[in-house]
């Protein structure tokens, strides 16, 4: 690839605290800067933890959902355009991180293999995409959260750990390459039916009172019952049935602050004809049970200072 023209940024999503430091990680929802083509003289690992993002270059896009991720080397040119409420863990790093040890291993081989200029006999392709097992996921955003509180620690880099979980982030990463891209393949297809399961997904948020189940949604969406179950999570955080209840439980919350309808007349209002199964959902999701619930705000309301007339 030909090296950046004069007419792109060369800007990266964050900046390091000096020139002395090998890497930042950042969580970040939004960011014009990385909208417009641009190029660092770095490496950048980005992991969708929740929502949507598109990742272009030259023409070239990818849409990323929960759980996707991508690595780019330096000098590669690129744009990464969020939608509302996404999130991305993004790590950019210098691989004079590693140790002279480290230059024999797997994960610097991989590193190596991804530049622009590496040796065509041992290159990679960049992938604006890497789909990522159950296992990478859980992993990756582990290691996300542990490097996120390393950076901001006060230890010096002899003391930090950040090498060495970067390097295993790089291992996961040089798995997914190497053994998944027919799961990448089947995504790209389950791709088509996005549209389908965000209709879906609005559907849910304005008729979660009625009966709803994983069938019915899907032969309504017309995607199926698997595609369903794969690409809800990816796109909400959470599973069909925990998105479901969520939003039978908030609308309870807020019905118990606003009205003065019972318990049983809530759970039955917002979809739970068992009310046992109401009182368990609600004490699990809002971490308290509807009875002190009530108590709460009845206490809280009790408890507003009188306020002089001709004060605010």
């Not at 933890?49 to 598109?54: A, C, E, F, L, S």
């Not at 990756?140 to 982030?169: G, H, T, V, Y």
Request: glycine residues 4%; hydrophobic residues 35%; neutral net charge.
């Amino acid at each position: 690839m030909d090296l950046p023209n004069d007419s792109v940024k060369q800007v990266p999503l964050g900046t390091f605290k000096s020139p002395s430091d090998t890497y930042h990680v950042h969580k970040i929802s939004s960011s014009s800067v990385s909208e417009e083509p641009h190029y660092h003289d770095y490496y950048q690992i980005g992991y969708v933890d929740y929502g949507v993002i598109t990742h272009c270059q030259e023409g070239h896009k990818a849409t990323l959902v929960s759980g996707s991720a991508f690595i780019i080397p330096p000098k590669f040119v690129h744009s990464v355009i969020f939608t509302e409420n996404a999130e991305l863990y993004s790590l950019s790093f210098s691989p004079k991180l590693f140790g002279t040890a480290d230059s024999c291993s797997n994960f610097y081989t991989f590193l190596q293999a991804l530049n622009i200029d590496s040796n065509p006999q041992e290159k990679v392709d960049v992938r604006l995409s890497i789909a990522l097992n159950e296992n990478h996921r859980k992993s990756i955003k582990s290691i996300f959260d542990c490097l996120l509180r390393e950076f901001s620690s006060n230890f010096s880099q002899e003391m930090s750990a950040s090498a060495s979980l970067i390097a295993s982030l790089l291992c996961i990463l040089s798995q997914a390459y190497s053994v998944l891209p027919s799961t990448e393949i089947r995504l790209r297809q389950y791709e088509t039916y996005r549209e389908n399961v965000i209709r879906c997904i609005a559907y849910i948020e304005q008729n979660f009172f009625d009966p709803l189940t994983i069938d019915s949604l899907a032969n309504q969406f017309s995607v199926s019952r698997s595609t369903l179950g794969l690409l809800f999570p990816r796109l909400t955080g959470m599973t069909l049935k925990s998105f479901i209840n969520r939003k039978r439980i908030e609308h309870a919350a807020l019905m118990i602050r606003l009205s003065t309808y019972t318990f049983t007349e809530i759970a039955s209002m917002v979809g739970y004809p068992e009310f046992s199964t109401f009182f368990r959902n609600f004490t699990k999701i809002m971490g308290i049970s509807p009875t002190a619930y009530q108590r709460n705000i009845t206490n809280q309301e009790l408890d507003v200072p009188n306020v002089p007339n001709g004060q605010s």
